[in-house]
């Protein structure tokens, strides 16, 4: 046969090229409405993000930051990593339930919460960049240079860049039927179980060892907040700061993408948050019961005096106990508005803790208390709107949330369809 004949019913490799290519633009396209209120907010936000940091670049952290040489971390790390990693908990627990539990239960869920979890780590993790005064020095963990491999800050680094590839392969089965890739599909789901137990154990310690990084800091953060169980304490909120997170996520999406829900989410939504808010509330159960523990036995007592131990109270009592509380009646009397408020004062508790260690009582001693500039707040919420963004351009376009393990073909056929008519 000559080289130039080809089979007949075979497609030129350069057709298919094409053929994706056409595909690829056409969903670059936006799908609804454009000039809405959240598109309208969010383009100003990330336009003057885009300024803030020119100059940051061009000029230095000094001239948009409130930073200094003895307060070299603040709100980019305090919250867009510190804060924001704690609530992408959601992924590594709900892959524990349906992979390894076999809690098929929360299987509609999956996706979603995966790439909830990866978009988190992207943008969070990337917004490090902002705060490095080189931030060329990032492939120093992994390149080893000058950079001390005993440190905490070295295997929080490889944690998250090993996570991050992880979280990618539990996702890239829906990539593969956005592209009407069966074979390679297939492929990718059968790697899922062992990137899924890998991902786990990665998060695990890499949750706590966002704590372990404040072990350091004895002396300068408030004893009320330090104790040699920090990892532990990190550790354990992820787990119920990520499904307060899926939960509000959900209830959201559950109204701005119905159109795009399958019909197993729908009749199982409800369901699914009942059972996230019931570990929920046992995890932070628990939690309280930790922290009193930690409070006694370092006979903290004295500290409550004051400003500082009514802040301790008000973070551990109103933001974690009534949540648990209300997370418990929600359940018991399946009324979802009261869980939907215990999602929202838990997410408010977890911030407030991540800033505590960080922020607010870190160097609560100090005459001069560092505060962020407004900058700095605009950049932390285009970072926001920036995932935001790319959330929804996925959700629209990939089977996500009509997602059921060994029922995703019809992403496959859509997709296949897709590319013939864009050829």
């Not at 000094?62 to 980019?76: F, R």
């Not at 929080?156 to 593969?176: D, I, R």
């Not at 997602?403 to 013939?420: I, P």
């Amino acid at each position: 046969m000559s080289a130039s004949v080809r089979p007949i019913g075979r497609p030129h490799l350069g057709t298919e090229l094409r053929r994706y290519a056409r595909f690829l633009l056409s969903e670059l396209r936006p799908k609804g409405k454009v000039l809405t209120p959240f598109n309208v907010l969010t383009t100003l936000i990330l336009l003057a993000t885009v300024a803030i940091l020119v100059v940051r670049f061009a000029f230095g952290l000094g001239a948009v930051t409130n930073l200094t040489q003895d307060q070299p971390w603040g709100l980019w790390i305090s919250f867009d990593v510190v804060t924001g990693v704690a609530f992408a908990g959601g992924a590594y627990v709900v892959t524990f339930l349906v992979y390894v539990l076999r809690v098929d239960k929360y299987e509609p869920i999956l996706r979603v919460t995966v790439l909830n979890g990866f978009l988190a780590y992207a943008f969070y993790t990337g917004a490090l960049l902002l705060d490095l005064g080189k931030p060329w020095n990032v492939v120093n963990p992994i390149i080893g240079n000058s950079f001390g491999v005993s440190s905490v800050m070295f295997l929080v680094a490889w944690h998250f860049l090993l996570y991050l590839t992880a979280l990618f392969f539990e996702f890239s089965p829906a990539v593969a039927e956005w592209l009407g890739l069966r074979r390679v599909r297939r492929v990718l789901t059968q790697l899922t179980l062992g990137g899924v137990i890998l991902g786990i154990t990665l998060s695990l310690l890499h949750q706590s060892g966002l704590g372990a990084l404040y072990l350091v800091a004895r002396e300068k953060i408030h004893p009320l907040w330090y104790s040699e169980f920090l990892p532990l304490m990190f550790l354990v909120s992820s787990i119920f700061a990520g499904l307060a997170m899926v939960i509000v996520e959900g209830s959201v999406s559950a109204k701005v993408f119905r159109h795009r829900i399958g019909a197993r989410l729908r009749t199982s939504h409800e369901d699914i948050m009942l059972g996230l808010a019931r570990i929920s509330a046992a995890v932070m159960l628990a939690y309280v019961f930790a922290q009193i523990l930690v409070f006694v036995h370092a006979q903290r007592g004295p500290y409550l005096r004051g400003f500082w131990g009514f802040w301790y109270v008000l973070e551990l009592g109103g933001f974690v106990l009534v949540p648990a509380v209300l997370y418990v009646y929600g359940v018991h009397e399946r009324r979802m508005p009261v869980v939907r408020l215990a999602a929202i004062l838990t997410i408010v508790g977890i911030v407030l803790n991540r800033l505590n260690v960080s922020i607010i009582a870190f160097k609560w001693y100090a005459p001069v208390r560092y505060v962020p500039s407004w900058m700095e707040v605009v950049v932390t919420l285009g970072v926001i709107s920036a995932e935001l963004w790319v959330f929804r351009w996925v959700v629209n376009r990939m089977p996500v949330l009509d997602f059921a393990m060994g029922h995703g073909e019809h992403g496959s056929s859509a997709a296949r369809h897709a590319v013939r008519s864009a050829a």
